[in-house]
């Protein structure tokens, strides 16, 4: 149920138990965390060294997220089977990350709660609502404009969203421990 009045920091309540509903995309960061932990090399390192070794030119002095951008832009324009193949790797790595993160949900909450900043630190209980263009992860935050889309899978997510032990979410900040309800509904556009 949605709240009638404006309450800081509540959105809904399911069960009489507020919620807070925080809208995201795939944190680059736990991106970055798991390509780490898979014992690959950092995104951008991967990109820039299939675009050298395919003597494709990119502009080095930009700032990261910029290159990055171009980078799979170019790479993705590239004819040459080779690029065609390890930028196809590259999507597929990043696609099993996301399943991964999908199938225990857990673990991308945790950290969500763990990373936020300081001015935004809050325990309250939440909804993560995960917004994911599958094919073009950059572009994910146009998902946001698309309401009907969103609508329907938030829609169907809280007719079935039920309160449980499962949803219980333990987590560290500043050295002190926190426990809060939250759930991520992941959006995903093909």
């Given amino acids: 149920m949605p709240t009638i009045g404006l ?3 509540v959105d809904f309540f399911v069960d009489q138990i507020p919620f807070d509903l925080k809208v995201t995309y795939f944190p680059d960061g736990f991106m970055a965390l798991k390509w780490k932990e898979k014992g690959l090399k ?3 390192t991967e990109l820039k060294q299939i675009a050298k070794a395919n003597k494709i030119k990119f502009d080095s002095t930009q700032k990261n997220k910029f ?3 171009e980078l799979l832009t170019r790479l993705s324009e590239s004819h040459l089977e080779s690029v065609k193949n390890d930028i196809s790797e590259f999507h597929k790595t990043r696609w099993k990350i ?5 199938e225990n949900k857990k673990e991308l909450i ?5 990373e936020q900043g300081e001015r935004r630190f809050d325990s309250a209980n939440r909804l993560f609502l995960v917004l994911i263009e599958k094919n073009n992860l ?3 935050w146009k998902l946001k404009r698309n309401i009907d889309f969103l609508r329907e ?4 997510y809280l007719d079935k969203f039920k309160i449980n032990n499962n949803l219980e979410i333990n987590f560290d900040w500043k050295d002190e421990k926190y426990t809060s309800v939250s759930d991520a509904l992941f959006i995903v556009k093909e």
């Fill in 7 to 9: 309450i800081k920091k």
């Fill in 42 to 44: 950092p995104e951008l």
């Fill in 67 to 69: 290159l990055l951008s």
């Fill in 98 to 102: 996301i399943e991964e993160a999908m």
């Fill in 110 to 114: 945790k950290w969500l709660y763990e």
């Fill in 138 to 140: 950059e572009e994910s």
């Fill in 153 to 156: 899978s938030i829609g169907s």
